[in-house]
């Protein structure tokens, strides 16, 4: 999920004295204060990658009793699914914390923003 430093790294300047770490192991993520849940790219490989990290349950355990915030795709991450899907599938299951579906905009036929133009 490749804007994991970036994410950090905005944390650190908002909050200095706060103890912002990147991490990928369970007992850090169940002993933080708060969770920050970093995405980026497509729905699938983001859900498909988190899967595979083995932090589905610390995080879900987290989100129970701490505050969470998710950043561009870890934000459709918290839902409970989305129609960004592999070929042959409907969706991709999210996280589910939060009641809701991510839906592509049905912009009839206007360009999309690609995020090459900001």
Do not use: H, W
């Not at 991490?23 to 970093?38: K, T, W």
């Not at 991450?77 to 989305?82: D, V």
């Amino acid at each position: 999920m490749g804007n994991l430093r970036s994410v950090a790294q905005a944390l650190m300047a908002v909050a200095p004295e706060a103890d912002v770490r990147i991490s990928a192991q369970a007992d850090e993520i169940r002993a933080a204060d708060r969770v920050v849940l970093p995405g980026q790219g497509a729905m699938p490989d983001c859900m498909a990658a988190f899967d595979q990290s083995g932090l589905r349950d610390a995080v879900l355990e987290a989100s129970r009793s701490k505050p969470m915030l998710g950043v561009c795709v870890g934000e459709q991450m918290l839902l409970e699914r989305s129609t960004e899907a592999r070929p042959g599938q409907q969706y991709t299951e999210g996280l589910g914390l939060i009641k809701g579906d991510v839906v592509r905009f049905d912009l009839d036929g206007k360009l999309q923003p690609d995020g090459s133009r900001y």
